[in-house]
């Protein structure tokens, strides 16, 4: 069977607003970022799996349960069919907290290899993108090609393979990629 290509997203400050210094609890908490949907259609478009990798140790720390993550997800997949017509392939979380230096918390690329596996991704055609260090950390240890979306240098973040402002260009970033791929 052949391998499929796949986009690993980060999903708070990617998918919706990062809630500084807390955690997306609620429905009512969670806020799509606008320019997420372009980026989101031209993975469908050029028929790429679609999954996210998220710390979400809000859960470890019993702040949310993770009924209440599952709420959260569950809307997202919802809103995400109305608007685009599909949602993610899959969804990936590590609950536990950072003490418990899990394989599958970022900067450990636990999530993505199990994703691949359970996918038959071909992670050297697959891209990782986020928005903090442990994002692209993750992605290059997993063997993917690493987008970092924000305000970083090549020495603050040696394990990305393009550093992006935004998730504009992002998008153009990706768009360039794939369109010479499909040539």
């Known amino acids: 069977m052949k391998k499929r290509r796949a986009i690993f997203f980060d999903r708070d400050g990617i998918v919706n607003k990062r809630l500084v210094g807390d955690y997306v609890k609620t429905v009512e908490e969670f806020e799509f970022l606008p320019d997420f949907f372009p980026l989101f259609e031209l993975t469908d478009r050029y028929g ?39 949602g993610f392939d899959d969804v990936e979380y590590c609950t536990e907290l950072a003490s418990a230096h899990s394989y599958r918390r970022k900067p450990e690329p636990g999530m993505i290899l199990d994703a ?68």
């Open 116 to 183: 691949a596996r359970k996918w038959n991704i071909d992670i050297e055609q697959s891209w990782m993108i986020g928005d903090s260090i442990s994002d692209a950390t993750a992605g290059k240890q997993a063997g993917c090609s690493t987008i970092l979306v924000g305000d970083f240098t090549k020495a603050q973040a040696p394990d990305a393979d393009w550093i992006v402002e935004d998730l504009v260009e992002c998008y153009d970033l990706l768009n360039s990629f794939l369109q010479k791929q499909a040539e």
């Open 48 to 86: 790429l799996l679609k999954i996210v990798v998220s710390n979400q140790q809000g859960v470890g720390k019993a702040v949310m349960t993770l009924k209440d993550l599952q709420s959260v997800t569950q809307f997202m997949q919802t809103e995400l069919v109305t608007k685009c017509g599909f």
